[in-house]
């Protein structure tokens, strides 16, 4: 059983990223390590994506999602099974909208944060 987070990214359908994923996750929720995006590299174009949280995921979805990154990408299903781990899988921010469901606690955090200009 998986544990609810205080953020989900919920995945376009009207993508075809969007759409193969939520065939893969079986829905059009997905976990998120974070609900700030980083920059990846994407065909030679810096663009902003978030990182699945693949911990929250049972083998099965695993499973599928390392055999669509292999097609996709015309790997080796051991090498993306070795290396998915390691890397994680990155989705586009074009490709899903972020929900924080309780953005209050991310907000007291900032509350302790010393401000560069000495404001708080």
């Keep these: 059983m998986t544990v609810p987070k205080d953020f989900v990214g919920f995945l376009n359908e009207k ?8 065939a893969i996750f079986g829905k059009p929720e997905v976990f998120l390590t974070s609900f700030i995006p980083q ?16 911990a929250m995921y049972p083998a099965e979805v ?16 051991a090498e993306v099974k070795r290396e998915l781990p ?12 972020v929900m924080i469901e309780n953005p ?6 900032m509350d302790d944060c010393e401000h560069e200009d000495g404001v708080e």
């Design 39 to 54: 920059q990846v590299s994407w065909n030679g174009e810096v663009k902003r994506a978030y990182m699945i949280d693949l």
């Design 15 to 22: 993508t075809e990223r969007g759409a193969g994923l939520v």
């Design 104 to 109: 209050q606690r991310f907000i007291d955090l």
């Design 62 to 77: 695993l499973d599928r999602l390392a055999n669509h990154l292999s097609q996709r990408f015309n790997v080796s299903l």
């Design 86 to 97: 390691r890397i994680g899988c990155p989705l586009l921010a074009d490709d899903v909208a």
